[in-house]
């Protein structure tokens, strides 16, 4: 029995590793499968729809304005790296210093795969509704989407590893999830982004956080072993 379980405790790490990168090449998929359909056009019809529908049944709310604008900026540059170093430094305290490096290299990192990929598609910015907020690079893919998604999930990741029931885990990862997505749907409403934006965002935030949760765990496992 205890050699049976040991054998389990040493698979583990390979397991999660291959199910990190299973689903992060799944996602890449849907990314390249994305920029094609809107490089053909096949999306625009939809994404101008969508755009209009939440402009002219949503955009007359002052309140509902007012949070979206909030909510995105969850989703900005400095917030977020406010948000890692302030979480990376807790972590450093309560020694966890591997765990603190690798949390900031890995925001690090994954925040900066939007403004890469941006350049190959050059899509410019929707023009279907006026733009509430200031924006300056390309559309796709919506960095505000990858970048929230790389940085909230990944620290509910860490969370959930000292959360101490499955409950408590499911809750820090279904918050950190509705968090990125009011990010995200706060982009269209604003009229920045196409909703194919957002979720190729979504795609390469959520690829990189599970690769690299999926990393991490590993790692762990095979101190515990």
């Given at each position: 029995m205890a050699s049976e379980r040991?054998?389990?405790?040493?698979?583990?790490?390979?397991?999660?590793i291959a199910g990190?990168?299973?689903?992060?090449?799944?996602?890449?998929f849907l990314i390249a499968k994305l920029g094609s359909e809107i490089a053909e056009g096949e999306t625009l019809a939809f994404d101008r729809g969508a755009l209009l529908w939440v402009r002219q049944h949503l955009g007359g709310l002052p309140?509902?304005?007012?949070?979206m604008l909030d909510a995105t900026a969850l989703g900005d540059r400095a917030t977020l790296t406010l948000v890692v170093l302030v979480v990376g430094g807790y972590l450093a305290v309560v020694r966890s210093g591997r765990l603190a490096a690798f949390l900031i290299v890995q925001a690090a990192v994954g925040t900066s795969l939007a403004s890469l990929v941006k350049p190959w598609?050059?899509?410019?910015?929707?023009?279907?509704?006026?733009?509430?907020?200031?924006?300056?690079?390309?559309?796709?893919?919506?960095?505000?989407a990858a970048n929230s998604a790389v940085v909230y999930l990944s620290i509910a990741m860490i969370a959930a590893r000292a959360a101490p029931?499955?409950?408590g885990r499911a809750y820090l990862m279904a918050t950190a999830s509705l968090l990125v997505i009011l990010?995200?749907?706060s982009r269209i409403y604003l009229g920045v982004h196409y909703p194919t934006d957002v979720l190729a965002g979504w795609a390469i935030g959520g690829a990189w956080a599970l690769l690299c949760g999926a990393l991490g765990s590993a790692l762990v496992g095979r101190r515990r072993t």
């Open positions: 040991a054998r389990g405790l040493t698979r583990r790490p390979e397991t999660l990190g990168l299973a689903l992060a090449a799944a996602l890449a309140a509902l304005r007012a949070i598609f050059g899509r410019v910015r929707p023009d279907v509704v006026p733009h509430w907020t200031e924006v300056a690079s390309a559309s796709f893919p919506s960095g505000h029931s499955r409950p990010i995200g749907f």
